[in-house]
């Protein structure tokens, strides 16, 4: 009896925990496949979409994308942020979501659909399949970046003690120093605590001259994850004072290192090397086998990691397949001159939710 193949739009909170379960458990799937992350969006004039290809009932393959309309107008921007999964190109899933997908931009009056190539840049197997399909113009949608960049410490089938062993001298005395500076370990957050890490979180952006995620992006990351199990909110604490904390979000055998800040009063016991540390023990723990500091944002942040010997990696830069040229020249002109304001009033939106 043949096989009963079927591409179709998730459409329920079971279909998008199936997705996410899907996800978790192929290896190097990226988080900003998983719905719970595409939902944090939502607060910021993005609607999230997942497109399974099932087969007897069983998720297989499949893409999540987000889609923002133009105000006023009837159309739309997509962004597929590394995806579809599995990104192998030769598998008839990948074809089948890709027509659907392209299908799903025409009905919906797309001016383009820009993706992230979830390929690394020393292969493109990948990227000259997308060419051929039409993604063969530059990124166009530059108001925000949907992606990473690999950081990665390698896990598998290492002990604490080999781990331990691959970082250099200096961050390995500093995690010895960390664990004798009485600090006390938390992982369990209410209201009150999941506030109080944001705020902490937020300051210390603004002080580093960003911003930080919006809190109700975050929170919406937070709702989704944590009763399934897929997020770890570590925190260092002195006494009844909030030390540190780092935000954990665990997909595609990938513990990702998604948020974090520390009090610089507290930086000569080095909160951070405790908390990274212990993030690593719990990804050990739960039988991850990479560790992802993700990104290097400034020689700061890029020297601590480097302290870890990461292997860093990077992404194909995003393409796009351009559906109405005019619009999209349009728009894009319109986003270079207009991005400090749309960041303003998408963050607006965001506190507003």
Same mark, same amino acid.
Request: glycine share 6%.
């Given at each position: 009896?043949?096989?009963?193949?079927?591409?179709?739009?998730?459409?329920?909170?079971?279909?998008?925990?199936?997705?996410?379960?899907?996800?978790?458990?192929?290896?190097?799937?990226?988080?900003?496949?998983?719905?719970?992350?595409?939902?944090?969006?939502?607060?910021?004039?993005?609607?999230?979409?997942?497109?399974?290809?099932?087969?007897?009932?069983?998720?297989?393959?499949?893409?999540?994308?987000?889609?923002?309309?133009?105000?006023?107008?009837?159309?739309?921007?997509?962004?597929?942020?590394?995806?579809?999964?599995?990104?192998?190109?030769?598998?008839?899933?990948?074809?089948?979501?890709?027509?659907?997908?392209?299908?799903?931009?025409?009905?919906?009056?797309?001016?383009?659909?820009?993706?992230?190539?979830?390929?690394?840049?020393?292969?493109?197997?990948?990227?000259?399949?997308?060419?051929?399909?039409?993604?063969?113009?530059?990124?166009?949608?530059?108001?925000?970046?949907?992606?990473?960049?690999?950081?990665?410490?390698?896990?598998?089938?290492?002990?604490?003690?080999?781990?331990?062993?691959?970082?250099?001298?200096? +961050?390995?005395? #500093?995690?010895?120093?960390?664990?004798?500076? /009485? =600090?006390?370990? !938390?992982?369990? *957050?209410?209201?009150?605590?999941?506030?109080?890490?944001?705020?902490?979180?937020?300051?210390?952006?603004?002080?580093?001259?960003?911003?930080?995620?919006?809190?109700?992006?975050?929170r919406s990351t937070w709702e989704w994850f944590a009763p399934k199990g897929g997020v770890s909110l570590m925190q260092a604490w002195?006494?009844?004072?909030?030390?540190?904390?780092?935000?954990?979000?665990?997909?595609?055998? +990938?513990?990702? #290192?998604?948020?974090?800040?520390?009090?610089? /009063? =507290?930086?000569? !016991?080095?909160? *951070?090397?405790?908390?990274?540390?212990?993030?690593?023990?719990?990804?050990?723990?739960?039988?991850?086998?990479?560790?992802?500091?993700?990104?290097?944002?400034?020689?700061?942040?890029?020297?601590?990691?480097?302290?870890?010997?990461?292997?860093?990696?990077?992404?194909h830069a995003p393409r796009t397949k351009v559906y109405r040229p005019f619009l999209a020249r349009a728009t894009r002109a319109a986003?270079?001159?207009?991005?400090?304001?749309?960041?303003?009033?998408?963050?607006?939106?965001?506190? !507003?939710?």
């Amino acid at each position: 009896m043949p096989d009963t193949v079927v591409v179709r739009l998730c459409a329920s909170e079971k279909d998008f925990a199936a997705w996410d379960r899907y996800v978790f458990d192929l290896p190097g799937a990226h988080f900003f496949q998983t719905y719970g992350w595409l939902h944090s969006y939502q607060s910021m004039g993005f609607t999230p979409h997942v497109l399974v290809c099932e087969i007897n009932g069983v998720i297989r393959a499949g893409v999540g994308f987000l889609v923002t309309k133009l105000p006023w107008l009837p159309w739309r921007i997509f962004i597929i942020p590394h995806g579809p999964l599995p990104s192998i190109p030769s598998l008839q899933s990948w074809s089948l979501l890709m027509a659907r997908l392209d299908e799903i931009c025409v009905e919906s009056r797309a001016i383009y659909a820009q993706v992230y190539p979830h390929e690394l840049t020393e292969n493109s197997v990948l990227l000259s399949r997308l060419h051929e399909i039409g993604f063969t113009d530059p990124p166009m949608f530059g108001s925000h970046r949907f992606s990473s960049t690999p950081v990665t410490v390698d896990l598998a089938g290492k002990s604490e003690a080999e781990v331990l062993m691959t970082f250099r001298p200096r +961050t390995r005395q #500093y995690i010895r120093k960390s664990l004798s500076s /009485e =600090f006390e370990l !938390r992982t369990t *957050a209410d209201e009150a605590t999941f506030h109080k890490v944001y705020e902490l979180v937020a300051q210390q952006a603004m002080q580093k001259g960003y911003s930080a995620r919006p809190y109700a992006s975050m929170r919406s990351t937070w709702e989704w994850f944590a009763p399934k199990g897929g997020v770890s909110l570590m925190q260092a604490w002195w006494k009844d004072t909030l030390v540190g904390a780092i935000y954990i979000l665990y997909t595609g055998q +990938t513990a990702y #290192y998604l948020a974090g800040a520390f009090r610089r /009063e =507290f930086s000569e !016991r080095r909160p *951070a090397e405790f908390l990274h540390w212990h993030a690593i023990l719990e990804a050990m723990k739960r039988r991850v086998a990479t560790y992802d500091l993700v990104n290097t944002v400034s020689s700061g942040v890029e020297q601590f990691k480097r302290g870890f010997r990461p292997m860093e990696q990077s992404w194909h830069a995003p393409r796009t397949k351009v559906y109405r040229p005019f619009l999209a020249r349009a728009t894009r002109a319109a986003e270079k001159v207009l991005k400090p304001i749309i960041r303003t009033l998408v963050r607006y939106q965001a506190d !507003r939710s």
